[in-house]
């Protein structure tokens, strides 16, 4: 009994002694290293209340990297509420999203938004999906957070496979995201717990049972 007290209490301390080496796995494993290259069209998935990743998205349409940017609407917006808030403005959330892309230096011909409203990742990327294929974009570059990458990913592989088209991916690596040090900070420990859980209902609900 005392030597498996001991035990126990050796593996604790050397858990709690080495935290620094396993606690950042689980948001390390969320992220995933740049792809580089030119596509068709960049995907700027939402979510961002401080619009990195469409800032982000333009960066790589000036640079070259494609030469339209696609990004779905969503039902319930926060970012754009503030945005329009912000403005003074009772634009609808297209016009609003158009009009930012270009003030930032974005040809207003070169953002697709199309017209439906997405509700979660999953719907979104099969919105943008669809906007690929009428445009007959043979590539794409996803753009999301770095906490947001693993999930956004391995969906995006879902939707498109067997359609030919290649997905590239480029990470927006947020100011208030520290892999290294997620747990010492709550917005960063909500995102971790929201991915994972999101990411094991997607694997259940949308690539097991297929709904």
Known sequence: MRKKLLWTLLVLFA????????MPLPAR?????????????????SGDWNFERENGSIELYKKGAARRIIRVLEKENIPFEML??????SATQKDLYLSY????????????????????TFDELKCARRLV?????????????????RRALITARWL???????ILHTTIYSKDFNPSKWWLHERSIKEVIIEY?????YIFYHFMLGK
């Open 15 to 22: 858990l709690i002694a080495g935290h620094g080496l396993w």
């Open 29 to 45: 494993f969320l992220t995933v290293g740049n792809t580089m290259g030119k596509a068709d069209a960049i995907i700027v998935l």
């Open 133 to 149: 294929q009428e445009n007959h974009f043979g590539s794409v570059i996803l753009v999301t957070s770095d906490y947001h990458m």
């Open 84 to 89: 329009k808030k912000l403005l003074s403005t």
């Open 197 to 201: 859980l999101s990411l094991f209902f």
């Open 160 to 166: 498109f496979k067997g359609t030919g088209i290649k």
């Open 101 to 120: 892309f270009e003030s930032r230096g974005v040809n207003g011909e070169a953002v697709i938004l199309g017209e439906e409203a997405a509700t979660s």
